[in-house]
């Protein structure tokens, strides 16, 4: 097996560094809706001048980059233990190239290990094995202040009247856009996941976050609550860092699991507006990035 | 924009509203988690007593912070191993974790600024009248744009923090944020919340409760 951490390396320095398309699509929109001179609009221009500064120094977007999450889908054959080791080396080597700040700090000492690696589940790794004979590597860099806005649900919710149903559903991801005001660096993206264990409702509200700001949910139910909830979470006014304006949320990606009998979780991840994921395709020798 | 200059004195906390733009220049520390923990359980309440080099950080820190800004603030830094410090990204975190420590810190050391999103609570916004002192926010996750008005790294304190948590000494210029509470006691982070919850008791059809902050 080839050694990747090279290609790793690239591929967070491009996600700690540069926005992707759609989301910077979607703040320029959002922009555009704001009052000019407004505080919000304010906000807007700097988030829209900081990205493109970042991009072009090949600097961090954001200085909390976050706690690195992978996602990795390879072909059968390939070691699991091979690739976390060639991805711990690269998320040492990016925190060394200042693309990562040091964020893996042990939680009993309080100790920086100063490289962003800690336990085996810092950074956080998923593997699956797929069908073909291409490896994709998803990386999602989520900041602390977004994910400590993040809210699981556990319905029927009585103090929101949320029954076990899309309807209980809307009720409690809009108050989770309420709780978390501007602190998540709003206009925010929220990525909600129906139905699960614990566990598993967290990793799926995480992993929707990879869909594109653009696209549409197969499902027209959910396609229809997807809009409806970014709509509705708008006319809250908190608007961007919570400074009141029309936009608080980007956009809405559901996904939903099954779920035991007894159980109804709803699980919101908040994503700040430095919505910051790409891809990494390797097939063969051939390596590009999404 | 208003132009402020480090140090601040009480007066020009007082001249400033809710909603105003400032551009800071001058001498401003670092501070987050575990510098707050710090500061409050080393100094204030003494309930640990000083160790190592504390004393001596904390007699550096004094003048710094009298009519000083803290920014609540994990930079990425670069030049580590050379001791060049530069500062490549770096904007604010969020505030309200401080909100059990930062008017006892603020009336402690007379400092008139805190710079960090998301706003803080009720203490804190009555402490900003009777310190005085005002809440900056700055733009969150505008980072290389924000690290670009830190001109030097002047000195680091606590660096066995970690490089987020530890007590940066900088010098900015023109460094952006909004005034969002104020020395009168006004809130932009309570009027949004008030203002939402409405809105949000209309959509899901319920009776609006108190916000959290009040």
């Known amino acids: 097996m080839q050694n990747l951490t090279e290609h790793f390396v690239e591929l967070i320095r491009r996600t700690s560094t540069d926005l992707p398309a759609d989301v910077e699509e979607a703040l320029r929109a959002a922009r555009e809706r704001e009052t000019p001179g407004s505080p919000a609009r304010r906000a807007l221009d700097a988030i829209l001048e900081n990205v493109e500064l970042a991009r072009r120094t090949a600097t961090p977007i954001c200085q909390d980059t976050g706690t690195p999450l992978f996602f990795i889908h390879h072909p059968a054959g390939w070691s699991t233990r091979q690739l976390r080791e060639h991805i711990r080396g690269a998320v040492a080597e990016a925190t060394a190239r ?43 860099l989520k900041g602390g202040g977004c994910e400590n806005v993040g809210a699981q649900y556990a319905l029927p919710h009585s103090g929101l009247r949320a029954g076990r149903d899309l309807e209980g559903v809307r009720r409690v991801v809009l108050d989770a856009v309420h709780q978390a005001q501007g602190q998540g660096c709003a206009p925010g993206v929220l990525g909600v996941a129906i139905g699960g264990d614990r566990g598993s409702s967290y990793l799926a509200s995480k992993e929707v976050l990879l869909r594109r700001l653009d696209d549409t949910h197969p499902e027209p139910e959910l396609a229809a609550l997807e809009s409806r909830l970014t709509e509705q979470a708008n006319q809250l006014g908190i608007g961007p860092m919570g400074f009141g304006g029309e936009t608080t949320v980007l956009g809405t990606k559901l996904t939903h699991r099954h779920r035991l009998p007894a159980s109804f979780f709803v699980s919101v991840s908040y994503m700040c507006w430095a919505n910051r994921r790409r891809r990494m395709t390797i097939l063969h020798d051939q390596v590009s990035y999404g | ?196 919850m409405e809105a949000l008791a209309r959509l899901i059809d319920l009776e609006p409760r108190t916000p959290k902050s009040a």
């Open chain 2, 1 to 196: 924009m208003k132009s402020l200059t480090l140090p601040l004195q009480p007066q020009d906390v007082l001249d400033l509203r809710v909603g105003d733009p400032v551009g800071l220049s001058g001498v401003m520390i670092t501070a987050r988690d575990a510098a707050h923990k710090w500061m409050v359980e080393t100094f204030l309440q003494k309930t640990r007593p000083p160790q190592g080099d504390d004393q001596a950080c904390y007699e550096a820190l004094k003048p710094i912070l009298r009519g000083g800004a803290i920014y609540h603030c994990g930079p990425v830094v670069a030049g580590l191993d050379s001791l060049d410090y530069r500062f490549v990204a770096a904007g604010p975190t969020t505030s309200t974790r401080e909100e059990p420590y930062q008017a006892e810190v603020m009336a402690h050391f007379q400092a008139r600024a805190v710079i960090g999103k998301g706003g803080m609570g009720q203490h804190t916004l009555a402490a900003c009248q009777t310190v005085p002192f005002i809440y900056l926010h700055a733009i969150g996750g505008a980072a290389a744009l924000i690290a670009r008005t830190v001109t030097r790294v002047l000195s680091v304190y606590k660096l066995e923090f970690g490089v987020p948590e530890a007590m940066w000494v900088v010098e900015v210029k023109d460094f952006p944020a909004v005034v969002t509470m104020d020395a009168h006691g006004s809130s932009l982070h309570s009027e949004v919340e008030a203002r939402s």
């Open chain 1, 98 to 140: 200042s693309y990562l700040r040091p964020n893996a700090v042990d939680s009993l000492s309080g100790r920086n290990s100063g490289n962003n690696l800690g336990d085996p589940s810092f950074p956080t790794l998923h593997f699956e094995e797929t069908e073909g004979e291409a490896l994709t590597a998803d990386l999602i």
